[in-house]
């Protein structure tokens, strides 16, 4: 038998349309999850183009200073450079959107995340959600979040 695990839903970015060279930030309450999946997906983008000049995630113990996390910092080089880069950013396509996931163990983790975004050449529609899990309670009803968590 498959046990449920406590989940909740946050929009870290919604739908929002950056132009060229557009910046974007998401921010992320952690406190009592023990794991994150944060999805981001954009728009199409030229054909072998970057579609996407900078794309990580950052932590911090408060809200206002954050710190790169290499392993989830992107690159738009060739390879990863060790202690800096942990992903290749894929390059853009005409017809196809895209979407990048990143699975975190949050119990090594500092309280906040932040998903920050730069746009490349072309403007684009950005969206990301956290899938919040593994919670140490219970969750009940957020209000803030607008979402409402049933736990069976």
Known sequence: MIMLQDQKVEIMLDSITCSNAGTAKGYLDTLGWDHARIMFTHGTAA????????????????????????????????????GTSGFIIPSGTSSVQQLI???????????????????????SNWACIAILSRGRQVPGSDAGSMTTEVVG
């Open 47 to 82: 054909s072998d183009a970057v579609s996407m000049a900078a794309l990580a995630i950052t932590e911090a113990t408060n809200s206002a200073a954050a710190t790169a996390i290499p392993a989830f910092t992107g690159t738009t080089n060739t390879v990863t450079v060790a």
């Open 101 to 123: 996931a990143f699975d975190i163990d949050l119990r090594k983790r500092e309280r906040y995340l932040a998903v920050n975004a730069t746009n490349c050449t072309v403007a």
